[in-house]
């Protein structure tokens, strides 16, 4: 059994910054894929960061420069570093692993951002 879980989300202004953490833990022989997506009220989800097990990355148009997404192998933990927050970028963000084909979710974290 594997558990994904985030944490790190809260209140936050324009400008701002947080960091949210992807802990995985439980049966899992290997980490493919991580990524973190977000879905904001009313609107479907969509992939906002991804890397792949050598490293590589993608981000959506509208978080690059401003997000960072990284791992700390040792402590299987993947981070999303938000900068330069914007109020579009509230959302419940989520994390997601792949491991031998399959995805596994954690359950979501809350980002608001807001004067």
């Known amino acids: 059994q594997v558990q994904v879980v985030e944490s790190g989300g809260g209140l936050v202004q324009p400008g701002g910054s947080l960091r949210l953490s992807c802990s995985v833990s439980?049966?899992?022989?290997?980490?493919?894929?991580m990524a973190w997506h977000r879905q904001a009220p009313g609107k479907q989800r969509e992939l906002v960061a991804y890397?792949?097990?050598?490293?590589?990355?993608n981000y959506a148009d509208s978080v690059k420069g401003r997000f960072t997404i990284s791992r700390d192998y040792a402590r299987n933990t993947v981070y999303l570093q938000m900068n330069s927050l914007k109020p579009e970028d509230t959302a419940v963000y989520y994390c997601?692993?792949?491991?031998?084909?399959?995805?596994?979710w954690g359950l979501g974290t809350q980002v608001t951002v807001s004067s």
């Open positions: 890397m792949t097990s050598i490293g590589n990355t």
């Open positions: 997601k692993v792949v491991s031998a084909g399959r995805d596994y």
């Open positions: 439980g049966s899992i022989f290997r980490l493919d894929a």
